[in-house]
């Protein structure tokens, strides 16, 4: 398992944009990983559809995201951060997460100033805590990292509420509290958004959410403007949602997958491959001896598909 703190840091620390797409479960954060991106986040909206099939209101509690984060740091090597909401409560409450998220092989987390419980940023009805609170927070939460690495990113939802200037100097006061990485959320022009870059002295996140307040704009752009981290929160989910919604339509409607299969479906091979069956192929029959393959087997395309791993790797996919 990789150091993600360590390697997120280097990252941050290396010139050029970081192009961050938001995951909500192990195969897609698998995908991402495939594809080649080098940090991933856990869209806290996405993780609440998928885990819990509400929107993104408050209502996941910690250990419910603990659990999929740890999972998702887990099964991939690049650097994960994670969506912890407010701290899930006080300050004590937010050095608690921290530790559990360190713990479980995050590289950093996002903490944001709204009252508890929170909402999606792009929703109506948002609130936010006074800015000396989450100023206690966030040095509560720098305090309690074990590892110095582990980024702190902390978001203001002031926008939407008092307006970008008080957005502007929640920001700044939380980049003097020891925040490592600065997201303003929910802006809503272009003008706002370089407003922004222009006197936060910390690396800025950017949030790209497709029919969200904030206007898209190439990563490139944003990048030249001062954004380092440009990510797209829910962009896998909402696709995932589309295409779900198109194949079911196509049995619904012809009672077969036939004219959907292999343009809109991959086969079990290819889903095998990105969670990495031969690997645990190779692992049990160095446990218990050769398999004995049956009628129809697939295995030969699967390794085929599968990277090659060097002779006599002792490496264990669990």
């Known amino acids: 398992m990789i150091n993600g703190a360590k390697r997120l840091r280097e990252l941050l620390a290396q010139p050029g944009p970081l192009l961050c797409p938001g995951t909500f479960d192990c195969v897609s954060a698998k995908v991402a990983e495939r594809c080649g991106f080098p940090v991933l986040s856990i869209s806290g909206a996405a993780l609440a559809a998928s885990v819990l099939g509400y929107p993104d209101v408050g209502l996941p509690t910690m250990p419910e995201v603990l659990n999929q984060a740890r999972n998702i740091a887990r099964c991939v090597d690049v650097p994960v951060t994670v969506d912890a909401d407010t701290g899930y409560g006080n300050a004590l409450n937010a050095m608690r997460a921290t530790r559990e998220f360190e713990a479980a092989g995050l590289a950093g987390m996002m903490i944001e100033d709204q009252v508890f419980p929170k909402r999606c940023g792009h929703f109506e009805g948002k609130k936010v805590i006074p800015a ?78 497709d029919g969200g307040k904030t206007p898209p704009v190439h990563y490139n752009e944003l990048y030249e403007m001062g954004y380092k981290l440009i990510n797209y929160s829910g962009m896998l989910q909402r696709t995932a949602i589309r295409a779900m919604t198109d194949v079911a339509e196509i ?41 004995l393959e049956s009628e129809g087997s697939w295995r030969k395309e699967l390794e085929a598909r599968s990277s090659a791993e060097p002779k006599g790797t002792l490496e264990i996919p669990i």
Do not use: W
């Open 132 to 209: 000396e609170e989450m100023v206690i927070k966030l040095q509560a939460v720098c305090e309690a990292r074990r590892d110095k690495d582990f980024v702190i990113i902390a978001r203001t939802d002031a926008r939407g509420v008092h307006g970008i200037d008080e957005a502007i100097r929640r920001a700044l006061m939380y980049s003097e509290a020891g925040a490592d990485m600065i997201f303003v959320e929910a802006m809503m022009s272009v003008e706002e958004m370089r407003k922004v870059a222009q006197v936060i002295p910390k690396p800025l996140k950017a949030n790209m959410n």
């Open 251 to 291: 049995l619904k409607r012809e009672g077969t997958t036939a004219s959907a299969y292999p343009e809109k479906i991959c086969d079990m091979a290819e889903r095998s491959e990105l969670l990495g069956l031969a690997k645990f192929y190779a692992l049990e029959e160095r446990l218990y001896g050769k398999f």
